[in-house]
């Protein structure tokens, strides 16, 4: 609703209070117009103010013409999930006006396009419209179709600078940087930030209640997405050799592992390449080549998505039985099948966990942010190399495609990659007979050999029944010492593995074990939760197999909510198979609706369990 | 059953390569196979093509799927390592060997069914890539291993020692591999020692992905009357169109060849094949009059053999990704990251 002369009337709810660095933005855009590099100038702009900011593209799984979504969590707490509602809302899609608008908080706003006037079929009482005739002024200023239609997009950043109080220095910066070489297009978008600017100082009182001031909460971070911290860690760790089949949400891992290899390993004077990346024919062909590749000796690794991982079930297995350290990375989206293949969930727990048929369980690591994404990308390939086995690491679209605000990822230049049990030539000749799969530790890990370094470490590496020396075997007792050893292997690496993140206060008895991308959403739970007088404690799994940690987390509470994004409780189920937890004491907390969760999603359900517990 | 070490027999009198390896060095374990089997026919080959050849047994990889044909790479070069993979995905393993070791000499043994059903797709995208390989199909028109099942590649009006008759069209891999651009394509017969051998010898020296289809019949589930992949068959039908020798890079053609007509045909590391036409109507440099010569035999029943399709100096996988010289894995860790201080530098732009 605005007044006669065009200013915001004060709604009852906003006028209550003026919030200051802790609101959502959210951007309603259509799929395709660009919209991208204007959200992320708004972001850029409010982190440099030293504001903490998480954003969350919501797209459909389409190129051109839908709806689509941009979120943006201010808040000067730091919390990283979704709120759960919306304060501001830029409605940039005509298509979506009314839901975009019902979804505004009560004492929120609603910027739209007013180009083509819509103020009487806005209509709620409780939020202010504000109306910008943004596509009219570019079109007025920008000759080109596509500038036009880029440029509205750039304009209601200009608008948001008015209306938050965003630093226009920053924004100016901003675009210097971005368009370094480009001086046109630094003026072009200044332009259209101005428009937006001075027409909103115009005709609204700016600021608006809610509004931004400078911070110093984001010194030594950086806003990165999952994906590209994943690359970072395997272009770290040392892998030459990427195999892939497109997917989303994990098709941005390898783009950017891709041009990381070309900016760091490539010969400025021969052009040579430290590196070889395949775009399979599928999937089975994806995970064969990096077996083939680490089986060969080279770091390799597959980023996927859960399809994918169905595909490569039968090789895991393979590489689970004959030991071959294959690293993969499932970039989790909604099932079963194609489901919305541009939403998030943490839905593939337990398809990885015992991937293939037969007796297979995995390592698992389940990175919570981009920066753990980094780290553990590293740790998978030490682990697997270590273990000569299969490492997945589940990520998921939420962190894998999303930006995130992270500490800075630190390195330690004495790192040097564990290649774990490797014979090298001259311990070969010295070893007329090597046996391929014997405990020679009683660690359960073997010694393995790599192809062309000896011919004493020759052996055909098989999937069918084999012996302690890697030859074919139909014997029952040779067949299960090694299966026996296999278990003893996965025992040593349970110890061995990522600790749990434990935070505990006081003496409650009540906790939350939760995973993965979650973390966001359970702090804020926490905090709310103690708000109103319930104090839980907090387990995030980062591994698979768990650790003792995790067995003594579930013995020291007497009940546990177990928060995770699926339907199925897969977390919860894996627990219970795998400690000593019994069913009556983890309760599930499920959230799979391909929306991120948000701390909302768990304190009502807590809240009423536990004041349900209190009445009884 | 466990494992079969044959008897360690030193015959000093055998002769010996410039290594200093005989003919014994290079085979491996006793095999399991049927007696009389194709299969076993072809390991001798290979016994015989890699001593020839003097390949580092450690520096050759052994690849395979599965099925009776898929278990021969135990039975050759005990001191070559390999990879009995999973059924029809061979050739993606091998690509990732080749792709992290460009050094090793990467052979690949696979069977009709594991190469033209299951693996199809995989196999069509090896050749694609002109992975540099030489890849063995064992084809015996039947699944062995599950007990004579028909294959893609049997005939029409094959019949199967059940009794049933097949009516679908076969995948003929020669055929198909000139159409997909693989630039080494040749057939043989298990049977044919003088012509297999040479055509190993040069599948393996061929820099790029080389396609070896050899007939092996199956003696316990396709060597019967009505049978066209059984010995009596390919023998009666045998239409050898063009002979190949294999000329190690030092030596003179001229003194492997005094007589006939003879079409060298260099390969990257000087090595040559000798050509003999047998057909006149043959060219195994021109794809589609290949293809003709081919589908017009095939439907006299012909089983044309010999070097069908040659197109040397293509680029290999490798070439096209300007891969350095060398395995992957010993690049030194240095080189593969810009450390600490490129880690910062890197995130300026996440700021
Ligand atoms: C995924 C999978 N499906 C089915 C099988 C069963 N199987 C084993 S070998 C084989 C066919 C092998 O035929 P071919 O490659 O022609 O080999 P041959 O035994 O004839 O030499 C099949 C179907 C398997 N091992 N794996
Ligand atoms: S079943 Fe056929 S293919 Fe298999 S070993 Fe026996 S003869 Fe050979
Ligand atoms: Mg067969």
Redo the contacts with the bound molecule.
Sequence with gaps: MTSDNGMPAPSDAAAAASRVNDFVIKIANVNGTGSASANGLLMKSLFRMGIPVTGKNFFPSNIQGLPTWYEIRVSRDGYRCRSGQVDIMVAMNNETYADDLAEVAPGGFFLYDATWPRDSQLSRKDVTIIGIPLAGMCNEHFDQARSRILMKNVAYVGALAALLDIDMAIIRQLLNETFASKAHLVDANQAAIDLGFQYAQEHFSCPLPLRLEAMDKTAGHIMIDGNTAAAMGCLYAGATVGAWYPITPSTSLMDAFKSLCERYRVDPDSGERRFCIVQAEDELAAVGMVVGAAWAGARAFTPTSGPGISLMS?FIGFAYYTEVPIVLVDVQRVGPSTGMPTRTQQCDILSCAFASHGDTRHILLFPADPHECFELAVAAFDLAERFQTPVMMLTDLDIGMNDWMVPELTWDDSYLPDRGKVLTAEELAEMPDFHRYADVDGDGVPWRSLPGVHPNGAYFLRGSGHTERGTYTENSEEYQRVLDRLERKFETARHALPAPVVETSADAQVGIISIGSCDGAVREARDLLAGRGYALNYLRVKAFPFSDEVEAFIAGHRRIFVVEQNRDGQLRRLLLMETQATRQQLNSIRHYNGMPISARDIVEDIGRALSQEAAA | MSFIRKPTVTNSRLPKNSLGLTRRDYEGGMSTLCAGCG?DSITAALIQAAWELELVPHQVVKLS??????KTPAYFMSQAHGVNS??GRMPSVATGAGAANRDLVCLGV??????LS?GFGQLAHAMRRNLNMAYVI?N?G?????KGQF?ASADVGSRAKRGETNVQPPIDPVVTAIALGCTFVARSFSGDKQQLVPLLKAAIRHRGFALLDVLSP?VTFNDHEDSTKSYAYTRRYYHPAIHADFVPPAQDIKAAYDHGEAMPVELHDGSRIVLRKVDEGFDPSDRARTIGFLQDAAKRGEVVTGLMYIQPGQDDLHDVNHTVPGPLHSQPYDGLHPGAEGLRELQQRYR
């Design positions: 039968e | 299969h799927g599965i099925g009776c044909s898929s999973v059924h696979s069977g009709d069914g594991d190469s299951i064992e015996n039947v699944y062995g291993l599950t294959s199956c």
